[in-house]
């Protein structure tokens, strides 16, 4: 049987190569998967430890959060689809016109 | 929507999240001696049943899970409002006609009360 | 039985009413409220008298009408305005009184006739002014002489700078009070340290602060020192404290500066200040608190030295003074100086006796002075003038009469006084050699004295006329040729009130009135006489021509030989029908003499020298205690501004900064919480 | 159904005890159904009238429930509904309390705000579905269900900051918003999935009970607490989850500004004092000290806060960065509720949720004199608001009311609740935590009376006829924020008496 | 209730005033501040109180009722006055009519606003001299400086914002400083209110415990500097005066006058009432620096008023100077010493306020305050003049006026003081202030008022109105009443303030 923590070092893996991806992307989808990732490294674990505790209640969080990561887009999309229409470009960095 | 141009973008932030990893991961390994054997599922009940059980608050099954049915009634609410909010940033409004980007078999839905209808039946 | 002294307060408060109804409806009264205070005035003078009467009649009197403020616990000070009656305060309630209603009279010619404006402020100056000084010689307290002594020179510097639409008068009305609040200064520490000394500041009676003084001394009573100082040195630095306010006050060196610059005020002001009220104030004060002066040696000894030195100093700057009342000016300095003299060489009775002959006779000088000046169309140089003597006789013959007491001239006023003081002097210097200095200096303003005045008389009122005015001078009128009549005759006679040399070379018992008087022989209050004082001053006799009568001799003959001496040089020269100035053949010390030892120049160069510290404190306020403040605010800001800037506007640096700071986060957890 | 439930759920009783959550979820589809009923009406006054009918109907109850004992100790305890994943309480009350009232004033404030939108549905069924979902927030007792509803908050707050689609501003403020915002809750998610794996658990009295069995773990633990720590400093606008928050309160329109700066940073506050309180606090002996993670990060957050506030010349800005010190503040109960003592625990949490509460009607009030200004179209720097105090004395003196509070003077509200703050702090050993809190308070005055100085003492520079028009339901909500501000003065007992019994309650 | 009374009087009045057009303003605002008067007047004649209202003496006027409990500590609304109050009280009510009237002329823009303004800061006056626990003292306190604030912001000179920007974050910077050290007090004594008379007592009562390892004495020591520094900027004293010439100078003329003659009143009696009465033995620790403070305050405070050349200025200037007595008078701690610092502090309450308001006469008259610009007024506007001259002797403490009282007390209080070490050199240095002070008055007078006269400035001058003369007279009256008769105010000081020094053990 696999020990638990390397599913914790992988959830932990994934969180940091979606972090990696927030901070060396521009492009607002990227930057939305990104999340994505992280957001599953979450369920990973969750999942992960629910086998370890022999509870059910991990599980069931984690369609929760897939749920909501869903919403999240629905809304992230909502956002960037405004930028497009407003900076022209989907350049996470170039919307800076505020600052300080 | 365009890529990262050439050279606009720098991977050099990205170390940041390469330390992160590495304090997570001895974190991790530091306490890996922490964790006893997995107490598993016991063989034969339904993992999927009790599940939909937990969503309702019903107590059936054996394995052990807490009650979701508040957060299930939360995020059906959620849900909703993720639409509404979806959906009105997505509108268009030129010069008072209002445009849907989200279509239905090319038939723009006019009004933002697609999601006011859906929104009665949250909890499908 | 209504007595004298149930009117005391009514002595103040008469002239006090004529400066309020002067002020206010001055403008619609005739002659401007003149006659209201003449009215008031001369009340007074009645009231000063009927008090001197009842004083000589066995009377003296102890009053407190005003508890002012009073402690109840540690420090039961009680603060009270009161009067104290005895020979010498009605002595000088009646000078003042007296003094103050001729001035009254005269200002009716020298300011209504000449058509001056603003006259309801100058008669409720001089209400003020003759109330304040009341109220300073009735005072039973040093508080109380305080508080009116600084009322006084409100009312010099108001009636100094009468004419402040010229820029002299304000400016020498300033540097009157200036200076004297100076001495103030000194003179309020003394009185605060006298309450913190004694508990009191009463002048006489068993719980006077002089009567404590003397019990200190003695070891029966204990008293407050600082730091554990002995009492003997304490006492004489209170006393040199409240002697400060009589040197600014009484125009002593020092700080007798803004005396000359005074006449910028109308002259019958000029003879109030300088007869009567201010100037007279200082030696006032310390006769009035003789006792405790009289206990401290090194005390009466610096008092002499002052004195005396005044005295020939400021003679001397009077040889060379052009205008006429500038030389009555230094006159008046050089005068207190003998007073100053007497009272430091333990001649008490000298030196009230000087204060009164020397009131009469310097206040006939002034308005002598006045009534030239009218005729002259207010010019004051002498050289302009010359040959009045036939035009004004009046003014002529009682001038001279005053010149002839000022000068101390057999047997003018002037003489018996100024000579008692010299006799004091003399004999008391065989016990402090102090006094021999002070003697010696006195001796020689004698001549200098006697010359500077007749120089003065000569250029004045003998001669030819030197210029268009002086030969046809304006007449003036009975309002001032009265009080001159009055005066001149008291500068004649006056010296009669205390015939101590012919007493004691004749031998006839009684004729020293005025010891007498102020040894209460009527009547007075017990330790506040000359014989206490003397009992208690440090001071024996000595008589270096042998006998006490030899000496009271040879004192006068010297003095009178050098007074001569002094009138015949003055005659030599100036007597002539077209005199010129001799003043050349004092070399160098024509400058030195014309410039006033440059003592002015010197305070002005301290006046500059202190705004220019100022100045100096007003950029270190700004630029460093003001800077340190701004900076503070500067240097927040400008923190803020930095710390603003992490704020870059790109969401990429956020979500860095954010990442950063939580890995910071949990290494330092995770060190602290040991997770490794 | 009910019959094979494991503690079958009183419907009846579940929705009277969540009243105001209910009948702000009705309104806010009442709103929708209106607009859908009637898409192409000009239904502004419609719309807003039901929403605000449904934020004071809501604010109703709760004080009704709040003076009632509902879920209080008088009469009983805490409704613990749905198998313990949501817990009516006084806390949870009062905190509903505050964002009903914040809601209400946002709403009437809107209606003029509003006026020339051509169809402002989504604005008020967003504003009501957000309020709902703090009301959520502040019962939540699971980490599910707080993580949902605070994700619920989060997402009609980022449609709302870029409600004004075609301003760029709004946009801008509304991506980054967004994206911090998905960071912050993929860190969250990440760190109850770590807590989760520590614990076993997420209702948060198990994971507390789970604590004390957690040993070599704890680093796992601490981790997960870190991170949801940073959900929660997200939410609430605290260092360093809160880049977002200048940029979006600046960008925003201004009523959701208030409306985030307000209620929003009290729900993050309500749902992590409840998390912290109930189930981290074994945390402290074993795995990380999050008193001093909070008192750290209160006091750069405070520094921050006030010192960038201080040279901004955008006034809306300027409120942005006052509001991330004002989170320092707040954060400040946070830190000084782990001193162990029960009363003191009490005194600091009510302080700090009394200061939430006056910092409500101050804050919002403060945005929502900007959202005036934005109505008038003045302008939105400092010189542009010269000489407004002579066009519009009455909101002037209001706005004039709302930076003294902020400041702390202590004419008003804002003073007595940041004392006591600073009080419990000091008893509860956290004496530099006030220290730094009293400086920057002694600093936000500087910047505070800028605004003052600017609307009274500057003379008018520009054309202010535009102040001419009066907008009523902008006046009406300044105004009365302005009078409970300055009677939250004087009244200030029975608040902090209400917010300590609540805080009492939690740590009983 | 009479308290309560004049409070919701002057408020009340205050909101009228607010609400009325600006063209009745100046009217009404007066007829209503008349109304205080009456009320302090009363007070006054019904005064029967004896000793220190925080040593345990006897309260006029009490009122004691609950307002909120934190933290174990009840926080009350508790007012009442005793004969350190009292003076001030009517101080307050009085001046702020006069200062009214001489607004008149010169404030010709949002009248009803500044009145309102005045009657604001009165009612809030009147609660710092009469509130009694700590925290209704405080609120009252703070809420003095924001109509401060207003007026000379909005109605004062061209660097008006600078000013007063400066005199508020300063002197609230002050007051939180005095706040934490007050605080830190308390939390250390076993009260259970902040009521001022517990906390006094249980002081004396020797009851302060360590607080946060700080030993006792060691924080009483912390305490009282802190306290003093936050309060000796409000007075001002050197080195923290420096906001004060700046309000002075941009404010208007009323709001220089309630300045000076009542606002920095508060900060002295803030220093008597906490820093003298709760702490006197610390007070006693610190008597040399604060004899030095002092010195320095009266020194160089009219050093640099002789360096001015804004009338305006000058007088600010020898505000700070004229504060420094005060100081002298406290840490002297005699009887004189105290009752004449308090007495002082009504002195030169008028004093000061009849000279800012005669230098505001004649710039109404001339526009300028600049010494350079005219001189020879008094030809002109005899009678302003004259009664600015008597206000300068006034301020130069010539006897039988209010300010010699004060001085005098203080003088003769502080020279045999023995709880200040060096006492008679420090007072003797101080009090050579009295000729510096005729300095720069005497030469600023002889230079304005004086001399032939001449205007740089385009204005005629004519005769100042009858309104604002009539102030000018009621405040030489009052200052000529007090100089005469003092202990119509210091018999009623004399007996709050004994008891101080009994507590401190007879220091």
Known sequence: MVPVEYYLLLSSGLFCIGLFGILTRRNALYFLMSVELMLNAANINLVAFSFYWGNLTGQTFALFAIALAAAEVAVGIGIILALYRNFGDVDVMQAATMRW | MTDDRPGSSSRAPGIAAVALFGVLAAVILGSAGGFGDPVGFPAGESIVHTIGYALFDIGLGEIPVEGFLAAFLIIAIALDVALDSAVYLAKREDEGTIVSALTDGGRDIVDGPVSGDDSEGGDR | MVTAFDYVPAIVLLPFVSFVVALFIGKQLPKKGAYGGIAATAGSLLLSLWVLASVAGGGAHQETYWTWAEGVGSQPFTLEFGALIDPLSALMLVIVTLIATLVHVFSLGYMNDEGERDLPRYYAGLGLFTASMLGFVIADNLLMAFMFFELVGLCSFLLIGFHFREPGPPSAAKKAFLVTRFGDYFLLVGVVAVFATFGTAAFAGAESFPALAEGALDGTVDVWTPGGLDTMTWFTVVGLLVLGGVIGKSAQFPLHTWLPDAMEGPTPVSALIHAATMVAAGVYLVARMYGFYALTPTTLGIIALVGGFTALFAATMGLVKEELKQVLAYSTISQYGYMMLALGSGGYVAAVFHLTTHAFFKALLFLGAGSVIIAMHHNENMWDMGGLKNKMPVTYWTFLAGSLALAGIFPFAGFWSKDEILYEALIHAGSEPLLFAGYAMGLLAVPVTAFYTFRMVFLTFHGNARSEIARNPEPVRWNVKGPLSVLGALAVVTGGINMVPVQKVLGIEGIDYLHLWLDNHWGGIEGLSSHHYAEIDPYSSTYPFGTEVATVLAGAAISLALAVAGLLLAWKLYNVAEPVEHTDKLGGAKTLLYNNYYQDEFQVWLADRTRGVSGGADTFDQGVVDGVVNGVSSVSLFGGDRIKRIQTGVVGNYALLLTVSLTALLVVFALLGGWF | MSLLQIEPTSWLFALSSLGPTVVLVLSALAVLAIDSLSPDARSNTRLAATAAAGTLIALGITVWYLLAGTGQPATGGAISLFSGAIVVDGMGLFFTAIFTSVAALVVVASYDYLEDDANPAAFYSLLLFATTAMSLMAVANSLATVFISLEMASLPSYALVAYLKTNRGSVEAGLKYFLIGAVSAAVFAFGISLVYAATGSLLLPDIATAIGDVTDLAGILGVGILMVAGGFLFKTASVPFHFWAPEAYEGAPAPVSAFLSSASKAAGFAVAFRVFAEAFMPALDVAVDWGLLFGILAVVTMVLGNFAAATQTNVKRMLAYSSIGHAGYALIGLAAVTAGAGANNATVMGAAMAHLLVYGFMNTGAFLFIAMIERWGVGRTFEDYAGIGRKAPMASMAMAVFMFSLAGLPLFGGFFSKYFLFLGAINAGFWWLAAVGAVTSALSLYYYSRVVKALWLEEPTGNLDALDSKPTGLYAAVIVAGVITVLLLPGFGPVIETAEAAAAAVFA | ?507
């Open chain 5, 1 to 507: 209730m009479i308290i309560e009374a004049l409070l919701a009087f002057t408020f009340a009045a205050a909101l009228l005033v607010f609400a009325v057009p600006n063209r009745y303003a100046h009217k009404l605002a007066f007829g209503l501040s008349l109304v205080p008067i009456v009320g302090s007047l009363y007070m006054w004649s019904a005064f029967e109180a004896g000793g220190n209202a925080l040593t345990g003496g006897q309260i006029a006027f009490e009122t004691v009722a609950p307002w909120l409990e934190v933290a174990g500590y009840q926080l009350q609304w508790y007012v009442g006055v005793d004969g350190i109050s009292l003076p001030l009280v009517v101080l307050t009510t009085f001046l702020t009519a006069l200062a009214i009237m001489s607004a008149w002329t010169p404030i010709d823009d949002r009248q009803s606003q500044f009145y309102g303004l005045m009657l604001l800061m009165e009612a809030n006056l009147i609660g710092v001299f009469t509130a009694l626990d700590f925290f209704l003292w405080f609120v009252f306190w703070e809420a003095v400086l924001v109509p401060m604030y207003f007026l000379i912001g909005v109605w004062g000179g061209p660097r008006r914002k600078y000013a007063a920007i400066k005199f508020f974050v300063y002197t609230n910077i002050a007051s939180l400083v005095m706040f934490i050290a007050f605080m830190a007090l308390v939390f250390s004594l076993p009260v259970d209110s902040f009521g001022l008379p517990e906390i006094t007592q249980s002081l004396a009562a020797g009851e302060l415990t360590a607080f946060y390892g700080l030993p006792a004495e060691t924080l009483a020591l912390v305490v009282f500097a802190a306290m003093f520094v936050g309060f000796a900027v409000k007075v001002p004293v050197v080195p923290v005066h420096t906001w004060l010439p700046d309000a002075h100078v941009e404010a208007p003329t009323p709001a220089s006058v309630m300045l000076a003659g009542v606002l920095l009143k508060m900060g002295t009696y803030a220093l008597l009432r906490f820093n003298f009465t709760m702490l006197p033995e610390q007070a006693s620790a610190f008597a040399i620096p604060i004899g030095i403070i002092a010195v320095v305050s009266v020194i160089y405070g009219a050093m640099l008023a002789l360096a001015q050349t804004d009338l305006k200025r000058i007088v600010a200037y020898s505000s700070v100077s004229s504060m420094g007595y005060v100081i002298l008078g406290l840490i002297a701690f005699t009887e004189f010493g105290m009752g004449g610092a308090t007495f002082q502090m009504v002195a030169h309450g008028l004093i000061s306020g009849l000279m800012f308001m005669a230098v505001g006469v004649i710039y109404n008259a001339t526009h300028t305050r600049i010494v350079d610009d005219m001189s020879g007024l008094a030809d002109r506007m005899p009678v302003a003049v004259w009664i600015l001259v008597a206000g300068a002797f006034a301020y130069m403490g010539l006897p039988l006026m209010a300010g010699f009282a004060g001085e005098f007390f203080i003088f003769v209080g502080s020279f045999g003081s023995t709880a200040l070490p060096y006492a008679p050199v420090f007072t003797a240095l101080a009090m050579f202030g009295i000729v510096i002070v005729a300095g720069y008055l005497l030469l600023a007078m002889q230079r304005t008022l004086f001399g032939p006269f001449r205007l740089e400035t385009d204005y005629e001058l004519t005769r100042a109105p009858m309104h604002d003369i009539a102030p000018l007279v009621a405040l030489l009256g009052a200052i000529v009443l007090l100089g005469v008769a003092p202990s119509l105010f210091f018999d009623m000081i004399l007996d709050a303030t004994v008891p101080i020094l009994e507590l401190g053990g007879g220091l």
